[in-house]
Structure formats: structure tokens, C-alpha cells
């Protein structure tokens, strides 16, 4: 497998009243192209911080990250945009959708922002509706979706750019159970189909559809764990069918 995103030696620290709070130290990570990762850990141990400065939204305070061999942490903020809108899909626990926008054009927002013509966003979020199963859904607006709709809109959103790695974090914090199943079912079919995937959460079972689990506590990798995964959509649907997320 293909190296395609490296943390060396990250660490991150906030200065919060004249006090250090270090959120991470000596992080070293490495995933491949097509993995699985989930990162899990206490409330507080600095797994969403880590998630933050992979996708460009803070920069670390020591140590590198590269993705696909190109060192992204020493960008400015404007530059580390540009990376995010072409390379990085993320979806929020908090699904971030624009309200006063449909189904329609949060999803083609994005890659109308990242350079791509009309046209071609327009196919794209076509695709996507459909593979989602929100195509009913287009000209609906965020407030009159169930969440679980609203997280698939914010997938759609973070896929139609076609990003080398999609960040998700605590996706079905905000969903029951039924809706939590869905989205875990669509995020496995789209690694199967190749997509690398990170994604942050405290739910075991929703970790346990990645293929490597990463443990943090205290700003540390504690541990790793790897996850029999059959590598077929058949098995990992009949699999998610059975569990309670």
C-alpha cells in the first residue's frame, strides 16, 4: 500500500491565560492509500485536535504531516485552504450545512469554490444524490431533513471534490441508532470502493468498521488494534445490519 498521509512527531500546545495546555505530544501516525483508520480515546485526550491539524484547520506546534509526500503543516492558512478544498474531505459531528442553501448546492458548493466549471459540479452532485439516496432530497433545505439526511448531504459534501483522504469526526455522535447504521454502512461501502478514510470517535462499535484502530490517551498513541475486515461490501453490510452503534 501506498504511504498517503504522515504524522511525525506532532505535538500541540494552547496557551490559555498564560497557561500551557499541551493536547498532543510526539504524535507519529502513518495510513495508507485505501485504509481505514479510526482514532479513539477519552473526551479530552486530543483526538479531534489531531484531526483539526490534518485537515489544515490549526497548525501543529512541533513535528510535520505530509500528505501524499507533500509537507502541509508549514503552509499558511490561505494555503492550507486551498489543500482542504482540493484534497481533504471533512464531515462534522455537527453536520456545518448551509441553512439558507438546498440539498443541492451545499453539495456543489465546494467544487464550485475548488475551480471545477458548473457543469462538471453539477454532474458530480448528481452522482452523489443518487449514491446516497438523497436524490428526492435536492431541493430541500438542511432544517427540514432528519439528521441522519443531513449527514449524508455533509458526506456528498466532502466527497465531491473526490478527496485523497476523507476526515470524519464523531459522525453518528448526533444520530440514533438507525441513522448511525446507515452512515457507517455508506462510509465502509466508499473505503471498499477505494476511499481512505480517518475518522474520529469514542464509539467502539463505530470504530469497529475500520481496519486499524488507533488509541490515544493523554496526547499519546497508547496503542493500535488491527480489525478483521473482510474486503467485501456483501460482508461488511450484513455485519453493520447486526450491530448497535
Partial sequence: MTELLMLKEIGKTYQTNGTSLIALRSINIV?????????????????????????????????????????????????RAIVRRRHIGVVFQAFNLIGNLTVADNIELPALIAGFSTKQARVRRGKLLEQLGIADKAGAFPANLSGGEQQRVAIARSLVNTPQVLLADEPTGNLDTESSREVMILLSQYNIEGQTIVIVTHNHV????????????????????????????????????????
Fill in 31 to 79: 495510513v495508507n492509500s485505501g485504509e481505514f483508520v479510526a482514532i479513539m480515546g477519552p473526551s479530552g485526550c486530543g483526538k479531534s485536535t489531531m484531526l483539526n491539524l490534518i485537515a489544515g484547520l490549526d497548525a501543529p506546534t512541533t513535528g510535520e504531516i505530509y500528505l501524499a509526500g507533500k509537507r502541509i503543516d508549514t503552509l499558511n492558512e490561505t494555503q
Fill in 206 to 245: 463505530v470504530a469497529s468498521c475500520a481496519s486499524r484502530i488507533i488509541h490515544i490517551r493523554d496526547g499519546l498513541v497508547a496503542n493500535e488494534t488491527k480489525v478483521d475486515v473482510k474486503g467485501d461490501y456483501k460482508s461488511v453490510l450484513s455485519r453493520l445490519i447486526s450491530l448497535e452503534v
